[in-house]
């Protein structure tokens, strides 16, 4: 028995290209099941066919060839499973989505799949400080320079504020401690987003706590370490910054500029003008994985996690 191929047809001899095309395009936007209650479909078809769209983005895009790519993991589950993703900077999409957790191995699967030509092509590679994958990138493409992403420095900031936060809260009693008490959210938010009432509260708090006052002015004034064009110049904000803490007995801000000087090389590649990408893509695509992931109430299947995230930023067919 043969059946012959007709160019029109989806995956699915039931539904036409076109059609596929279609409810690819609005499950872009939407839920599977939406989707399906929608055009009065079954859950496993609708899913067919989107799958089928995907593919025909991915094909349509072409084969990468990256010349700046950012490194990063999400978490698929609970239990620390997670999957690496690797976005051209460049060109602002996912190339690669894969591995099965955050070690060399996996890190290396990508370099493996781009192949040592293309490897060799990679001029700057934006991460976060997680030694396996630095330790790959040096090994896979020791010419590019490794930039260490800004928000995830700022991450560990903010963290050291919100265990000085915490100290202060555990060391004081009655009126002092009530001032402290759910203030997390406005001590780390960049003040220009909080509302007219979170302003009110934390100046407030900043004017009642001194340590915290200090430790808020810190942080609002590291930021500035990314404005510099060159590397003399960030190094020495960095050391009046990091001598400003002497005396003020913030423990966790000391720790914090002890891993910045562990690794500044990586923070110091962004003074150099060809090192100027957008650091906010990577962080932007995590935050639009996490939303068709709620969206889905979680997605099991990996090749159908794959093909969302590698055609999240693609233009629609």
């Known amino acids: 028995m043969k059946r012959e191929g007709l160019d029109f047809l989806a995956d699915n001899p039931h539904f036409t290209k076109r059609f596929a095309f279609y409810v690819g395009r609005r499950c872009r936007q939407a839920s599977i099941r939406d989707v399906a209650w929608a055009l009065k479909l079954d859950w496993d078809t609708v899913k067919t066919l989107e799958m089928q769209y995907m593919r025909a983005q991915l094909k349509r895009a072409g084969t990468p060839g990256p010349r700046a790519i950012g490194i990063d993991e999400i978490s698929v589950r609970k239990g620390h499973s997670y999957r ?160 400003s803490l002497k005396w003020q007995r913030l423990r966790p801000y000391e720790r914090f500029a002890d891993m910045i000087d562990r690794h500044w090389d990586g923070i110091a590649a962004y003074c150099k003008p060809e090192n100027k990408v957008s650091l906010g893509f990577v962080e932007g695509l995590n935050n639009k994985i996490r939303v068709f992931q709620r969206r889905a109430y979680g997605l099991r299947d990996h090749e159908y996690l794959r093909l969302k995230v590698l055609t999240c930023m693609l233009p629609p067919l």
């Open 84 to 243: 690496i993703v690797v976005s051209d900077l460049v060109r602002k999409r996912p190339i690669w989505f894969g591995g099965t957790d955050r070690s060399e191995a996996s890190m290396a699967a990508f370099y493996d799949w781009l192949g040592p030509k293309k490897g060799r092509k990679i001029k700057l590679v934006v991460m976060d400080m997680w030694k396996p994958f630095r330790n790959v990138t040096m090994d896979k493409a020791p010419q590019a320079a490794i930039l260490f992403d800004k928000f995830h420095i700022m991450r560990h900031l903010g963290e050291a504020l919100d265990q000085v936060r915490k100290a202060e809260y555990t060391r004081l009693r009655g009126k002092d401690r009530r001032v402290i008490k759910g203030q997390k959210y406005n001590l780390l938010s960049r003040h220009e987003n909080l509302t007219l009432e979170g302003k009110r509260s934390l100046k407030i708090l900043l004017a009642a706590n001194r340590r915290l006052n200090t430790a808020y002015v810190l942080k609002e004034a590291f930021g500035q370490l990314w404005d510099y064009g060159r590397e003399g110049w960030a190094r020495r904000f960095f050391d009046n910054w990091r001598a």
